[in-house]
């Protein structure tokens, strides 16, 4: 075997959630929004082909600066709080490179977000999982430990469950010593940010995605918020590795996005009304539900397993997620869509539950 | 001192070139296309935003299918041998930190596109820098040294010197048990490719770009070109950092990029043309002009400082390179413009050249 084989970086990928090119298929299996972008975010795509060649011809702003004071000015922070990346996947990426550097194992629920661990595999960082309880929630203090950096997501994923202000509030307190970032990819659909305390913690990086509550999943946009000592630390990174990761549809269709807030709030309504209307559903056909603050549910049927459900879903042509891992391999995460969306759901769920019933 | 502070990752950012947002200014600093990008390329942005809203809700191809199929055709491999990523920043990072894994030093020309040594040293890649001669000429017998991997730019940066396909030839030959990255950044300028060799050797990879010579910048798309066993494994440890780094305007209108061959190659022989009359009269004005297959030239005044020359330059809003840097100091970095712009460019270059005549 040539030497070079023996030095190729080794890891176990990510695995993303399927993205079927069949157009009828409902899918609902990883998250994004049933609503479409902001009509206002189409209208930039249009200027963008009749009057943009140069914005396409030229390198982007390297410093995003159009796309980060509009964001600064959405959330009253200063330009000097926001980092802008390809998807917050690309946002944490970069957040574990510049701050986990510490011989101590950065902390993250054992039950979370799949990525996070193969960041700390790939980037070589010493981790520890935290076991949630037997309710799937985290408790703040089993993180009173020692450790290089801690990594929160809230709400939860893919539990849905989040945790109140006050909790993140004390796990900051509690860890000085450590960048405690909380992703808060969900959070636009219920819960608290911990938005509140980047004024008065230093340490503390709020992440967030334009791919679930702004329908933009396609155009990979995510920021963090944070102190200047973070997002410099951030940035200095970003640009030792690609100076221009946001590119020139990305800027424009994202500036679009974030001043359209009217049409934000209405999906929001939407769809938490939706959510609302799936728990009570997926109850009524037996199936047990955690208490969801985003815009999934993951439930559990109280006499089927989640993989026969899941498989018979599939064979209808309906896509949810399952994870066939420890804890959590009874349980379907079911993404929250539109009204018509769930009906149909719904009625290929009772047909699949009826062909489980005839086989038991 | 908060302990966090201690374990931020400390790096030397890359330093790109300016990107002024006076549309006045001549801008010849970062080797961009004066030409816009193919009509049709503008068209697939109008139809995203008439027809896309699905495309921008939900995420894009993971394995971005339609784009490596286009370019497989285009460079007649198999989509097993194409890697994308947003730019060839991107594709050049994942190819570091996937095979510079060996405690040897991987090599690199003193003189070279400067980010090569931020990436080994954000990635702790240990590295060798190998001079160019007294000509800028890169000699690949210097390169028969133990190493971890060998990266070469073919046309180099900021050079424009290109090596013929025997001595890249030679170089892989010679270095069987490395990865050796060949940086084409420049090639559809002139040169001869490497691609010619990936079907005989494993461990060539080949890197291009949107940026340059396909009117892109502001979209982010790069590409390597390798054997099925460099691509899978890029592809494991791209998928290990962010599964969806390809937006759906990059794929969409890079597609169209790609297939529009006639547009390319007119674009390319203007500039091609163009570059033989800047050469010529630079060499008019004064100027020794290295040997260029990039749409850029790199030249330095017989008489006066390149500093000097480049600070009068951007007095009258005309942008080039300039690197303060050893041996190279004396140099200025000049993109191909169109004839007008070039036209423009001597016009305020003589009156420069005048200026510092006078105070001389």
Same mark, same amino acid.
């Given at each position: 075997?040539?030497?070079?084989?023996?030095? %190729?970086?080794?890891?176990?990928?990510?695995?993303?959630?399927?993205?079927?090119?069949?157009k009828?298929?409902?899918?609902?299996?990883?998250?994004?929004?049933?609503?479409?972008?902001?009509?206002?975010?189409?209208?930039?795509?249009?200027?963008?082909?009749?009057?943009?060649?140069?914005?396409?011809?030229?390198?982007?702003?390297?410093?995003?600066? +159009?796309?980060?004071? =509009?964001?600064?000015?959405?959330?009253?922070v200063?330009?000097?709080?926001?980092?802008?990346?390809?998807?917050?996947?690309?946002?944490?990426?970069?957040?574990?490179?510049?701050? !986990?550097?510490?011989?101590?194992?950065?902390?993250?629920?054992?039950?979370?977000?799949? !990525?996070?661990?193969?960041?700390?595999?790939?980037?070589?960082i010493?981790?520890?999982?935290?076991?949630?309880?037997?309710?799937?929630?985290?408790?703040?203090?089993?993180?009173? %430990?020692?450790?290089?950096?801690i990594?929160?997501?809230?709400?939860?994923?893919?539990?849905?469950?989040?945790?109140?202000?006050?909790?993140?509030?004390?796990?900051? *307190?509690?860890?000085?010593?450590?960048?405690?970032?909380?992703?808060?990819?969900?959070?636009?659909?219920?819960?608290?940010?911990?938005?509140?305390?980047?004024?008065?913690?230093?340490?503390?990086?709020?992440?967030? =995605? !334009?791919s679930?509550?702004?329908?933009?999943?396609?155009?990979?946009?995510?920021?963090?918020?944070?102190? *200047?000592?973070?997002? +410099?630390?951030?940035?200095?990174? +970003?640009?030792?590795?690609?100076?221009?990761?946001?590119?020139?549809?990305?800027?424009?269709?994202?500036?679009?996005?974030?001043?359209?807030?009217?049409? !934000?709030?209405?999906?929001?309504? +939407?769809?938490?009304?939706?959510? *609302?209307?799936?728990?009570?559903?997926?109850?009524?056909?037996?199936?047990?539900?955690?208490?969801?603050?985003?815009?999934?549910?993951?439930a559990?049927?109280?006499?089927?397993?989640?993989?026969?459900?899941?498989?018979?879903?599939?064979?209808?042509?309906?896509f949810?997620?399952?994870?066939?891992?420890?804890?959590?391999?009874?349980?379907?995460?079911?993404?929250?869509?539109?009204?018509?969306?769930?009906?149909?759901?719904?009625?290929?769920?009772?047909?699949?539950?009826?062909?489980?019933?005839?086989?038991?």
């Amino acid at each position: 075997m040539a030497m070079w084989k023996e030095f %190729i970086r080794k890891t176990i990928p990510y695995v993303p959630g399927e993205q079927p090119s069949d157009k009828k298929i409902i899918k609902l299996n990883t998250n994004e929004n049933p609503y479409p972008p902001s009509p206002k975010v189409l209208k930039a795509a249009v200027e963008l082909g009749e009057k943009g060649a140069d914005d396409l011809r030229r390198y982007p702003d390297p410093e995003v600066k +159009k796309l980060v004071q =509009t964001l600064s000015a959405y959330h009253g922070v200063w330009p000097e709080n926001v980092f802008t990346g390809v998807g917050s996947d690309d946002v944490l990426s970069v957040a574990f490179l510049t701050f !986990f550097n510490s011989p101590k194992p950065v902390l993250f629920a054992d039950i979370t977000y799949s !990525f996070y661990s193969v960041w700390t595999d790939i980037y070589r960082i010493p981790s520890k999982t935290i076991p949630v309880d037997e309710d799937f929630r985290i408790h703040v203090s089993d993180y009173n %430990i020692p450790n290089g950096g801690i990594v929160i997501a809230n709400p939860n994923a893919p539990t849905g469950i989040s945790l109140p202000l006050e909790d993140i509030r004390a796990l900051v *307190e509690a860890n000085q010593d450590s960048v405690v970032i909380v992703d808060e990819a969900y959070i636009d659909f219920g819960g608290q940010s911990a938005l509140a305390l980047i004024k008065d913690y230093e340490n503390v990086l709020v992440v967030r =995605t !334009f791919s679930k509550s702004r329908s933009l999943a396609g155009l990979r946009v995510g920021y963090a918020l944070g102190s *200047e000592t973070l997002i +410099k630390a951030m940035n200095d990174v +970003k640009f030792s590795i690609n100076s221009y990761t946001m590119n020139a549809p990305a800027i424009k269709l994202g500036v679009e996005c974030v001043q359209d807030r009217e049409y !934000f709030a209405e999906c929001i309504r +939407k769809i938490k009304d939706t959510r *609302e209307y799936t728990v009570e559903n997926l109850q009524r056909n037996g199936f047990k539900v955690l208490p969801s603050d985003a815009n999934f549910v993951f439930a559990s049927h109280i006499r089927h397993p989640a993989k026969k459900i899941f498989e018979g879903l599939k064979k209808r042509k309906v896509f949810v997620r399952f994870f066939d891992k420890p804890r959590i391999n009874n349980y379907l995460r079911i993404s929250i869509g539109t009204d018509d969306e769930m009906r149909s759901f719904f009625k290929e769920l009772r047909g699949v539950l009826n062909d489980l019933a005839l086989d038991f």
